[in-house]
Nanobody, 122 residues
Framework: VQLQASGGGLVQAGGSLRLSCAASGRTFGRYTMGWFRQAPGKEREFVAGIMWTASNTYYADSVKGRFTISRDNAKNTANLQMNSLKPEDTAVYYC????????????????WGQGTLVTVSS
């Protein structure tokens, strides 16, 4: 599956952004979808994931209660709604697809989008 992330931008602290990930391929509905982020000088870290059924979601503690991941299998899209953004959320955000159930590490994902930059100003 090929992925294309979009929706990044500059936002003030406390604001919101919605990231989207468009996928190609007829088997999108079989993949767990995830979002990761990577800040300058830091390792890529898990943000959120959603399994095939869309009812099973899981989050990093740092974003729980502020971010919401969703998917639309009919449209081959996965989204990340980010609310109450903080300066520490600034990073390049990547969407990813996995054949496995609920992975949280980068090596658990098979395909990656190109990344979209989110900058949160204080």
């Amino acid at each position: 599956v090929q992925l294309q992330a979009s929706g990044g931008g500059l936002v003030q602290a406390g604001g919101s952004l919605r990231l989207s990930c468009a996928a190609s391929g007829r088997t999108f509905g079989r993949y767990t979808m995830g979002w990761f982020r990577q800040a300058p000088g830091k390792e890529r870290e898990f943000v959120a994931g959603i399994m095939w059924t869309a009812s099973n979601t899981y989050y990093a503690d740092s974003v729980k209660g502020r971010f919401t991941i969703s998917r639309d299998n009919a449209k081959n899209t996965a989204n990340l709604q980010m609310n109450s953004l903080k300066p520490e959320d600034t990073a390049v955000y990547y969407c990813a697809a996995s054949r496995y159930a609920a992975p949280r590490t980068p090596d658990g994902f098979d395909s990656w989008g190109q990344g979209t930059l989110v900058t949160v100003s204080s």
